[in-house]
C-alpha cells in the first residue's frame, strides 16, 4: 500500500533584494513578490482542497475547480524554480557588474 502523500514543504524565503541591487535590478522586487504570492496561493489551495494532498481521493477527476487548483499547484512549483533561476542570473550579473575592477594591464610608474 502507497503511503499519503505529504503536502510540500515551504521553501526558505529568498533574501530581500536590498537598495543597491534594486538600483540595478528593479525587477527581483517583482520577482520576489511573485514567488510569495505562489506560495501562499498553493498553501491556500491545499486548505482549501486537502484531497489534493491524498493520491487515492482522486477528487481532481471529479469535480473541476479541484482539477484546477491541482493544475495550479504543479504548475507553482516549475514557475516557482524558473524564477529562482532568473533571480539568482540577475544577482551574478549584478555582484559582476558591482565587483572590483581588478585590471592589472596598467604598469604604475
Same mark, same amino acid.
Given at each position: 500500500?502507497? #503511503?499519503? &502523500? =505529504?503536502?510540500?514543504? #515551504?521553501a526558505?524565503?529568498?533574501?530581500?533584494?536590498?537598495?543597491?541591487?534594486?538600483?540595478?535590478? #528593479?525587477?527581483?522586487? *517583482?520577482?520576489?513578490?511573485?514567488?510569495?504570492?505562489? $506560495?501562499? &496561493?498553493?498553501?491556500?489551495?491545499?486548505?482549501?482542497?486537502?484531497?489534493l494532498?491524498? +493520491?487515492?481521493?482522486? *477528487?481532481? +477527476?471529479? $469535480?473541476?475547480?479541484?482539477?484546477?487548483?491541482?493544475?495550479?499547484? @504543479? =504548475?507553482?512549483?516549475?514557475?516557482?524554480?524558473?524564477?529562482?533561476?532568473? =533571480? =539568482?542570473?540577475? @544577482?551574478?550579473?549584478?555582484? *559582476?557588474?558591482?565587483?572590483?575592477?581588478?585590471? +592589472? +594591464?596598467?604598469? #604604475?610608474?
Amino acid at each position: 500500500m502507497k #503511503p499519503r &502523500a =505529504r503536502p510540500p514543504t #515551504p521553501a526558505p524565503a529568498p533574501a530581500s533584494p536590498r537598495v543597491p541591487e534594486l538600483l540595478l535590478a #528593479p525587477q527581483l522586487a *517583482a520577482i520576489l513578490l511573485l514567488e510569495c504570492a505562489l $506560495d501562499i &496561493a498553493a498553501q491556500a489551495l491545499l486548505a482549501e482542497h486537502p484531497t489534493l494532498i491524498d +493520491d487515492y481521493a482522486r *477528487a481532481r +477527476d471529479r $469535480d473541476p475547480a479541484v482539477s484546477l487548483a491541482y493544475l495550479i499547484c @504543479r =504548475r507553482a512549483g516549475a514557475l516557482e524554480d524558473t524564477l529562482r533561476c532568473y =533571480r =539568482r542570473a540577475v @544577482r551574478a550579473a549584478y555582484d *559582476a557588474a558591482t565587483a572590483p575592477d581588478t585590471n +592589472d +594591464d596598467d604598469i #604604475p610608474f
